[in-house]
């Protein structure tokens, strides 16, 4: 079964602009993790962000997480074509499993 | 290796026969994760490995799946009499250590069609 829920389920926008993301989750976890896959095939981690913590930056990207909402947003910054890829939010509880959401697709036009 | 690799990368086979998909996972990485993906979903645990042996297999749907890890490193996921249903993106994973907090480096996965 799946925890998480992203939204949208499609994104589409022009090279440029900002893109955003939303995950919702539904027990209580340890870490919340980013991925981006393209065209189907292996998982690049992008960030993680701890329970513990609001917001996060890395590069283009910043997420946040509200623990009290079970939400948690990642947001590219001036996208680019090549950031054109299927993006999943994951949580790890205390234990080692991954549990992912359905994904966003997302799509940079040029 | 650099990363986790998968062979092969397509599997095509018939109903009802028996498919091996290997794993190498990146080297000194004592965990090791599979992973199912169906088309338009998310990835989903099938086992996870810490050294040797399987620690939680929970995520297996039935006995018709196992999977191995005899030293610790290569890990193979063994499927009997496939189904059309197990048509999907088999994902393999590994990290350092206990997964709560710790990056899970993903192969490219191997494609698997059952006719």
């Known amino acids: 079964s799946q925890q998480g829920e992203e939204d949208p389920q499609a994104l589409s926008i022009q090279e440029g602009e900002n893109a955003t993301m939303n995950c919702s989750y539904k027990t209580s976890i340890n870490n919340l993790q980013w991925y981006r896959q393209n065209s189907g095939r292996g998982l690049v981690h992008l960030i993680l962000i701890r329970s513990n913590e609001r917001e996060k930056h890395s590069g283009r990207l910043r997420v946040t997480l509200d623990t009290s909402k079970k939400s948690s947003s990642l947001l590219i910054t001036a996208s680019r074509a090549a950031d054109t890829a299927s993006y999943f939010c994951a949580t790890a509880g205390s234990n080692y499993k991954l549990t992912f959401g359905k994904g966003t697709l997302l799509t940079v036009n040029p | 290796g650099a990363g986790v690799s998968q062979t092969p990368s397509n599997k095509v086979t018939e109903k009802g026969k028996y498919v091996e998909l290997r794993c190498d996972p990146i080297s000194g990485h004592t965990a090791l994760y599979w992973y199912r993906q169906s088309l338009g979903q998310g990835p989903e645990f099938l086992i996870y490995f810490q050294g040797t042996g399987a620690a939680d297999d929970s995520g297996l749907p039935n006995d018709r799946f196992f999977a191995v890890r005899p030293e610790g490193s290569v890990s193979t996921l063994k499927i009997q009499r496939t189904e059309r249903g197990d048509s999907a993106v088999y994902l393999c994973?590994?990290?350092?250590?206990?997964?709560?907090?710790?990056?899970?480096?993903f192969g490219p996965g191997t494609r698997l069609t059952v006719l």
């Open positions: 994973a590994s990290s350092s250590g206990l997964a709560g907090g710790i990056e899970q480096f």
